[in-house]
């Protein structure tokens, strides 16, 4: 079991940056998987952007260029740099982490809002 926290959402004005950041209760070392995903109102759940255990990453279409995330085992957390914002990535951001028996951990969410 583990419990994820995310911080760092807030307001910011197209074209500004925040940084996401997701603490784990106990070492994200042995997790295979973890990543952001977003959900906007009336919309699905999507992957935002993923990071494996041995550091490969996925993102997507629709962020790459202007989002990257990192991994810090060291202090069991992961990041999401998010640069040039627009409106459409407005949306409540979860962090989850998927372990090595494929069970996933979710995060309870943190509001990014991209307005003017």
């Known amino acids: 079991q583990v419990q994820l926290v995310e911080s760092g959402g807030g307001s910011v004005q197209p074209g500004g940056s925040l940084r996401l950041s997701c603490a784990a209760s106990?070492?994200?070392?042995?997790?295979?998987?973890m990543g952001w995903y977003r959900q906007a109102p009336g919309k699905q759940r999507e992957l935002v952007a993923g990071?494996?255990?041995?550091?490969?990453?996925n993102y997507a279409d629709s962020v790459k260029g202007r989002f990257t995330i990192s991994r810090d085992s060291a202090k069991n957390t992961v990041a999401l740099q998010m640069n040039s914002l627009k409106f459409e990535d407005t949306a409540v951001y979860y962090c989850?982490?998927?372990?090595?028996?494929?069970?996933?951990?979710w995060g309870q969410g943190t509001q990014v809002t991209v307005s003017s």
């Open positions: 989850k982490a998927q372990d090595q028996w494929k069970r996933d951990y």
């Open positions: 106990r070492s994200i070392f042995s997790m295979n998987f």
């Open positions: 990071i494996t255990s041995r550091g490969i990453t």
